[in-house]
């Protein structure tokens, strides 16, 4: 049970860029989300999933786009990436989104954007 | 919309003692849940105790216990023996039950337990 994976664990990216932080889970959770983590900040919730084909948007949508097509999958995409995209992005999943389940989060993805 | 201030940027402690770190928030919702997690320097976030607002019981979990004061909107963190693996970075969450699906996290205090 390898849980929460994330890949890349760092990113250098130029201004313009785009790319896309992968998440997987492998312990079939319905609710997968994407938090940013900057500094002297708390996390900060970006976009989540309540189930394969679902998607909503968080606090801080602007500049990122995600999709679920599998359970296990939920990838972050950058369209083009700004400075102030550069940040600690984390990617957590839970039975449910309910604050009963314990929310599992992955290692994290430092992205640094020039 | 809901709110998590946790006034201690950084604090240190002792290996052997006991330290509270501080976490206050505002909402005007009835049913939710608060949590206090544990970011290593490695950097994964991990859960130390969670809370249901409706229980007037303090949540303990080993060396970690809670301090929960509804009417005041405070929620501390005990942890008691304190140990160097405890060296962490320490955030109190926040979460409606019922529709909310997100966690709301305050800034952070970063804990520093010294031998």
């Known amino acids: 049970n390898a849980g929460v994976t994330q890949t890349p664990k760092f990113q250098v990216l130029k201004t313009g860029q785009s790319m896309t932080l992968q998440c997987a889970q492998d312990?079939?959770?319905?609710?997968m989300s994407w938090y940013r983590q900057d500094p002297g900040m708390g996390l900060r919730l970006i976009h989540y999933s309540v189930g394969a084909g679902i998607t909503d948007q968080g606090e801080v949508p602007n500049g990122y786009n995600v999709s679920r097509s599998t359970t296990e999958d939920f990838p972050l995409r950058l369209l083009s990436a700004a400075p102030s995209q550069t940040s600690v992005y984390f990617c957590?999943?839970?039975?449910?989104?309910?604050?009963?389940?314990?929310?599992?989060f992955g290692p994290g993805t430092r992205l640094l954007v020039l | 919309a809901q709110t998590v201030t946790q006034s201690q940027p950084e604090m240190s402690v002792q290996e052997a003692e006991t330290v509270t770190l501080s976490c206050t928030y505002d909402?005007?919702?009835?049913?939710?849940?608060l949590f206090w997690y544990k970011q290593p320097p490695s950097r994964q976030m991990i859960l130390v105790i969670r809370?249901?607002?409706?229980?007037?019981q303090n949540a303990t979990e080993n060396r970690f216990s809670v301090n929960f004061q509804k009417a005041a909107k405070s929620f501390s963190l005990k942890i008691s023996d304190s140990q160097l693996g405890d060296t962490a970075m320490y955030f109190c969450a926040f979460m409606m039950q019922g529709g909310s699906e997100k966690l709301v996290f305050g800034k952070g205090t970063k804990l520093t337990v010294n031998p």
């Open positions: 312990m079939n959770h319905e609710y």
């Open positions: 957590a999943s839970s039975y449910t989104p309910t604050p009963q389940e314990t929310q599992y």
């Open positions: 809370q249901e607002a409706y229980k007037q």
């Open positions: 909402t005007s919702e009835n049913n939710y849940y």
